[in-house]
């Protein structure tokens, strides 16, 4: 109808009036706001409630437990900064998201770069680089159990059988060694991500430069350094940023793998919120603790815009 009109105007003739007409020139002004209407509902609907819904529920007191009721305002917030059990669970959870970021993101790159390389057979390990990807994270986690376990485990047979073990180890039994298998299983699970996002930057990379660069009597190390990460930083930058979202919010693997044992050696921050509300029925203290948790969620967030923008600036 738009098109009518502006047709119209250009043969000179007179513009159309009206109702009918006045909804047409609402459609056209305002039709990309209009088909992003229905998603936007929903997405207030599913996400925007239960958001809301859990800040209120965090300024008050519901302690199915001890049926304590009411409002207390910001009283979850000053017990969950001032307690000691809180800032453990958070270097909990700093040093596995620390860790797992850093190892899976130095191996998704180096595959990456192993894969960018390969001349042949792209099409079979490109599918197979996707399999930890397509397993549930449940699944995966009691895969690395079976694998684990002190009495039937593969990796105990093999490591006795080479000679590095003079028996079977109770993997989940120590702390130190209960973290590493912790950050190996979401290395195994999260790395598919990241090798395609590093991948599909390494295709951007111009063999010629690679060439002159040869020419120049560049090493590969040179080439590493000088040419494949400045050309990539744009996926390196969002590899690392969602890569740290998704880990420090990790629940599945710490729960079913480890149990946040043993003690609270792997007990991570979301596994203590679901303790706090569902175990001990303190709903409105881990409410709060879930607030928190968002918001340092939402200061990734940030930081991650804020190097994006200054990168498309430079």
């Given at each position: 109808?738009?098109?009518?009109?502006?047709?119209?105007?250009?043969?000179?003739?007179?513009?159309?009036?009206?109702?009918?007409?006045?909804?047409?020139?609402?459609?056209?002004n305002?039709?990309?706001?209009?088909?992003?209407?229905?998603?936007?509902?929903?997405i207030m609907?599913?996400v925007?409630?239960?958001?809301?819904?859990?800040?209120?529920?965090?300024?008050?007191n519901r302690?199915?437990?001890?049926?304590r009721?009411?409002?207390v305002g910001?009283?979850?917030?000053?017990?969950?900064l001032?307690?000691s059990?809180?800032?453990?669970?958070l270097?909990?959870t700093?040093?596995?998201?620390?860790?797992?970021?850093?190892?899976?993101?130095?191996?998704?790159?180096?595959?990456?770069?192993?894969l960018?390389?390969?001349?042949s057979g792209k099409?079979?390990?490109?599918?197979?680089i996707?399999?930890p990807?397509?397993?549930?994270?449940?699944?995966?986690?009691?895969?690395?159990?079976?694998?684990?376990h002190?009495?039937?485990g593969?990796?105990?047979?093999?490591?006795?059988?080479?000679?590095?073990?003079?028996?079977?180890y109770?993997?989940?039994?120590?702390?130190?060694a209960?973290?590493?298998v912790?950050?190996?299983?979401?290395?195994?699970?999260?790395?598919?991500?990241?090798?395609?996002?590093?991948y599909?930057?390494?295709?951007?990379?111009?063999?010629?430069?690679?060439?002159?660069?040869?020419?120049?009597g560049?090493?590969p190390?040179?080439?590493?350094?000088?040419?494949?990460?400045?050309s990539?930083?744009?996926?390196?930058?969002?590899?690392?940023?969602v890569s740290t979202?998704?880990?420090?919010r990790?629940?599945?693997l710490p729960y079913?793998?480890?149990?946040?044992?043993?003690?609270?050696?792997?007990?991570v921050?979301?596994?203590?919120?679901?303790?706090?509300?569902?175990?001990?029925l303190?709903?409105?203290?881990a409410?709060?603790l879930?607030v928190?948790?968002l918001?340092?969620?939402?200061?990734?967030?940030?930081?991650?815009?804020?190097?994006?923008?200054r990168?498309?600036q430079?």
């Amino acid at each position: 109808m738009s098109v009518d009109m502006n047709a119209a105007r250009e043969m000179g003739g007179p513009a159309r009036k009206g109702p009918l007409a006045s909804l047409a020139r609402f459609v056209d002004n305002r039709f990309g706001q209009l088909v992003t209407l229905p998603s936007l509902l929903v997405i207030m609907l599913v996400v925007g409630f239960p958001t809301l819904y859990l800040i209120y529920t965090s300024f008050f007191n519901r302690d199915l437990l001890r049926q304590r009721f009411g409002f207390v305002g910001l009283h979850h917030y000053s017990e969950a900064l001032t307690s000691s059990a809180f800032w453990g669970y958070l270097g909990t959870t700093t040093i596995y998201s620390a860790s797992s970021v850093v190892f899976g993101v130095g191996l998704s790159l180096l595959i990456a770069i192993v894969l960018d390389n390969v001349r042949s057979g792209k099409w079979f390990y490109l599918p197979v680089i996707l399999i930890p990807w397509m397993i549930p994270p449940v699944a995966t986690a009691i895969m690395w159990k079976w694998m684990i376990h002190d009495i039937y485990g593969i990796l105990n047979v093999v490591l006795v059988n080479i000679g590095i073990l003079q028996g079977p180890y109770h993997w989940l039994g120590d702390p130190v060694a209960a973290m590493a298998v912790l950050v190996s299983a979401d290395v195994w699970y999260r790395s598919p991500f990241s090798i395609l996002i590093l991948y599909a930057g390494l295709q951007r990379i111009p063999s010629e430069i690679y060439d002159a660069a040869k020419i120049d009597g560049a090493g590969p190390l040179a080439y590493f350094r000088h040419i494949t990460i400045p050309s990539i930083r744009p996926e390196l930058l969002i590899v690392l940023v969602v890569s740290t979202m998704f880990v420090f919010r990790e629940f599945g693997l710490p729960y079913v793998l480890t149990g946040g044992g043993p003690g609270e050696a792997t007990e991570v921050l979301a596994l203590a919120i679901y303790r706090r509300g569902n175990l001990l029925l303190r709903q409105g203290y881990a409410s709060a603790l879930s607030v928190i948790m968002l918001l340092i969620t939402i200061g990734f967030v940030a930081i991650y815009f804020r190097l994006l923008s200054r990168e498309e600036q430079s």
